[in-house]
C-alpha cells in the first residue's frame, strides 16, 4: 500500500433503479468487482492486509443493497468506470475475470494474506490474490489477475500466466508453468516441468503426469483428457 490518497467518483444504479453518485476522499480505499462468494475471500484478505474496503459492484441486481462481508453493493459494474483508487475482480471465473480486467483500466491491486508465503525472490502481478495459507516458492512468476486460493503451493521456478485459478489445495511442483486462463481445480497435483495449456481445465484431485494441451479437460490418476473446452 503506498498510502496516497484515492480520488474518484462512483457512479452506478442503486437497488430502486435511482441513479447513485457518490463523490469521496479515502486513504488505501478498495473496490471490489464483483459480490459472490469469492469476493468474500478477497474481501477478508484485503482487511487482513490493512486495507479499507470502501465497496463492491456486481452486475447481478439482485445483490444491490445486500451488504457482503459487511461491505455495501452499491451496483452494477459500470460503476467501476469512474473509480480513481484501488481496486481488484473478486470474481473466481476465469473468463469473466479476463474480460473486467480488458473492459476498465483500473489501479489494480495486489492482495497477499498475512499467512500466506512468497519468497522475496518470487513475483506477482498486479491484480492477484494469494490467499491464506498460499505458498509461493523462489523464483516462480505469477501473472495478473491470478488467484491462487486457500492453501494452494506453488514451488520454485514455476510459471503462472494472467487470469490463470490454483484452486484450494492444489500443489504445482517445481518447473510447472501453467498458460493464461487455465484452472488447477481443488487438490490437483502437477510434477515437475509439466505445462498446462491456455484455458485448460484440471480436474479436482487430478494427478498431472504429462503435458496438457490448450483448452483441454483433464481428469483422474493419472490425468487423461476427456473433452475440449468450448
Known amino acids: 500500500l503506498d498510502g496516497a490518497a484515492a480520488r474518484g467518483h462512483l457512479g452506478a ?5 435511482a441513479a447513485l453518485r457518490r463523490a469521496f476522499v479515502m486513504e488505501d480505499a478498495l473496490l471490489v468487482l464483483g459480490a459472490g462468494g469469492h469476493a468474500k475471500v478477497v474481501i477478508d484478505t484485503a482487511r487482513a492486509q490493512g486495507w479499507s474496503v ?21 451496483g452494477s459494474l459500470e460503476a467501476a468506470a469512474g473509480w480513481q483508487g484501488w481496486a481488484i475482480i473478486g470474481i473466481g ?11 476498465y483500466a483500473l489501479r489494480w491491486a495486489t492482495l497477499i494474506h498475512p499467512t500466506a508465503w512468497v519468497s522475496p525472490s518470487a513475483e506477482i502481478g498486479e ?41 484450494p489445495g492444489a500443489r ?3 518447473g510447472v508453468q501453467v498458460d493464461e486462463g487455465a484452472l488447477v481445480g481443488i ?3 502437477v510434477l515437475p516441468n509439466i505445462r498446462i495449456g491456455a484455458w485448460s481445465v484440471v480436474g479436482a484431485g487430478a494427478v498431472v503426469t504429462r503435458e496438457v494441451p490448450p483448452r483441454t479437460v483433464v481428469v483422474g490418476v493419472p490425468a487423461r483428457p476427456i473433452r475440449e473446452v468450448a
Do not use: K, M
Request: with cysteine; glycine share 10%; aromatic share 4%.
Open 93 to 103: 471465473n476465469n473468463r469473466t475475470r479476463y474480460a473486467v480486467s480488458q473492459r
Open 127 to 167: 491484480g492477484t490474490l494469494v490467499a491464506a495459507g498460499g505458498v509461493v516458492q523462489p523464483a516462480a512468476r505469477i501473472g495478473r489477475h491470478a488467484i491462487l486460493n486457500t492453501a494452494c503451493s506453488i514451488d520454485h521456478d514455476c510459471v503462472v500466466g494472467d487470469w490463470v485459478h490454483i484452486a
Open 54 to 74: 470502501y465497496a463492491a459492484v456486481d452486475d447481478n441486481p439482485n445483490l444491490w443493497g445486500h451488504p457482503i462481508e459487511g461491505v455495501p453493493v452499491l
Open 13 to 17: 444504479r442503486a437497488c430502486n433503479d
Open 172 to 174: 504445482l511442483a517445481g
Open 187 to 189: 487438490g490437483a497435483v
